[in-house]
Nanobody, 120 residues
Framework: QVQLVESGGGLVQPGESLTLSCSASGSIQIREIMGWYRQVPGTPRELVAS???????DYIDSVKGRFTISRDYAKNIVNLQMNSLKPEDTAVYYC??????????????WGQGTQVTVSS
């Protein structure tokens, strides 16, 4: 079955860095992993970083210049490099994949989430 597993979260101080990884298994292909979301309790889940037009990337304004999303085709892993972390980056981060068929039908897949806490 399709499985997405996030790892790399933890507790860091403001200004430090973390790298999150999303590993894909089963029938999911790396190019079907579309991006990273994050969610704070009591707020909607928001898209943080994504792939557009193949391997081109897009970011929410608050993380531009600090976060980098990338695909490692050899390892079948999608990474989110997070630099200069701020307390407002604290959230549970989720990996998202989408499979789209020629009919237009699509299926969405999510990982279990990994906690990132930025605090002094």
């Amino acid at each position: 079955q399709v499985q997405l597993v996030e790892s790399g979260g933890g507790l860091v101080q403001p200004g430090e860095s973390l790298t999150l990884s999303c590993s894909a298994s089963g029938s999911i292909q790396i190019r079907e992993i579309m991006g990273w979301y994050r969610q704070v309790p009591g707020t909607p889940r928001e898209l943080v970083a994504s792939f557009t037009n193949g391997d081109h990337t897009d970011y929410i304004d608050s993380v531009k210049g600090r976060f980098t999303i990338s695909r490692d085709y050899a390892k079948n892993i999608v990474n989110l490099q997070m630099n200069s972390l701020k307390p407002e980056d604290t959230a549970v981060y989720y990996c998202h994949a989408k499979r789209t068929y020629s009919s237009g039908y699509s299926q969405d897949y999510w990982g279990q989430g990994t906690q990132v806490t930025v605090s002094s």
